[in-house]
């Protein structure tokens, strides 16, 4: 098992700047790639941006420019530097951590935390 404990969010007026944190304990060895997926009530939840182990990295579209993932591989922690916030920003922000348990693809998922972003 993994656990994931984010951190960061919270209030912030347009324009401005949050980070969010990720860490992962348990069994990390496991643990492929890292990312942050966004929900808002009533849609589905919505890649943001993830971080392979080969350090690969992918955004959505709608995150691009203002955005960075970056992960500690030493300290199983990834994080989210959100710039240039917008109220569409506003959603719940969750960390995904994925990877092959033996041959099945392991998914695992934080608690979630909150980003508002104010006008």
């Known amino acids: 098992q993994v656990q994931l404990v984010e951190s960061g969010g919270g209030l912030v007026q347009a324009g401005g700047s949050l980070r969010l944190s990720c860490a992962a304990s348990?069994?990390?060895?496991?643990?492929?790639?890292m990312g942050w997926y966004r929900q808002v009530p009533g849609k589905q939840r919505e890649l943001v941006a993830v971080?392979?182990?080969?350090?690969?990295?992918n955004y959505a579209d709608s995150v691009k420019g203002r955005f960075t993932i970056s992960r500690d591989n030493a300290k199983n922690i990834v994080y989210l530097q959100m710039n240039s916030l917008k109220p569409e920003d506003t959603a719940v922000y969750y960390c995904?951590?994925?990877?092959?348990?033996?041959?099945?693809?392991?998914?695992?998922w934080g608690q979630g935390t909150q980003v508002t972003v104010s006008l």
């Open positions: 971080y392979s182990s080969g350090g690969r990295t």
């Open positions: 348990g069994n990390t060895f496991s643990i492929n790639t």
């Open positions: 995904n951590a994925g990877g092959f348990v033996s041959i099945s693809y392991q998914n695992y």
